[in-house]
C-alpha cells in the first residue's frame, strides 16, 4: 500500500492552486487545509481534520492539493487514495461526511442569502452576473469564509480578490 501511495505522488506535478488570501498559512510546507483541498473532501465525503492533514508529508499534502477531483471516478481515486494515506499516517479511518447533493456554490443563479447578508456587513452587494462568472471554487471559499467557526478575516480578502469589491 505505501509503494502504491508513493507512486501516485509521483504524477506529472502542476502548480498548485492556492489563493493569494491563503498565502499567509501557505509556505512551503503547506500547514493549512487550503480551499482546493477542502472543496474536493467535501466532494469526496470526508472529513480531513489539521492533525491529520499536519502528518502528511509536503509531498503528499501538494499531491491532494493537485490531483484531480471532477468525475466520478477522479472523485473515488480521491478517495481512496486520501482513506489510505490517513490510514497509514494516522492508523485511523477517517471520518465521513455527507456529500451535499446541490450545494449552494452549484448554483450560479442565485447567490446565497447568507453570504449576501455576510457582504453586506461591508455595504457589499454580490450581483448574479458576478456570482456567475466565478469559478466553482471561488464560489465555494467564499461560501466557507463567511461561516461562524472560520478565519472571517479572510472574507474580505477573497472579496477583493475575485473582483468583487
Not at 477542502?38 to 491529520?52: H, N, T
Not at 471520518?95 to 442569502?113: F, G, L, T
Request: proline share 5%; glycine share 4%.
Amino acid at each position: 500500500m505505501k509503494a502504491d501511495l508513493e507512486n501516485n505522488c509521483d504524477t506529472a506535478v502542476i502548480d498548485p492552486l492556492y489563493f493569494r488570501f491563503e498565502e499567509d498559512f501557505m509556505e512551503d510546507n503547506v500547514r493549512c487545509i487550503p480551499m482546493a483541498v477542502r472543496f474536493k473532501l467535501d466532494a469526496s465525503g470526508i472529513k480531513l481534520k489539521l492533525a491529520e492533514w499536519s502528518r502528511f508529508t509536503v509531498k503528499e499534502r501538494t499531491q491532494l492539493t493537485i490531483q484531480a477531483c471532477g468525475s466520478q471516478a477522479e472523485i473515488l481515486a480521491y478517495r481512496n487514495y486520501l482513506r489510505e494515506l490517513v490510514l497509514m499516517r494516522t492508523g485511523n479511518e477517517p471520518a465521513n461526511i455527507k456529500i451535499d447533493p446541490s450545494p449552494a456554490w452549484a448554483n450560479i443563479y442565485q447567490v446565497d442569502e447568507s453570504l449576501q447578508a455576510k457582504a453586506g456587513e461591508y455595504d457589499w452587494h454580490i450581483s448574479v452576473p458576478q456570482w456567475i462568472a466565478l469559478s466553482d471554487l471561488q464560489r465555494f471559499a467564499l461560501l466557507k469564509l463567511y461561516r461562524p467557526g472560520h478565519e472571517n478575516k479572510n472574507f474580505p480578502k477573497a472579496m477583493n480578490e475575485f473582483k468583487l469589491v
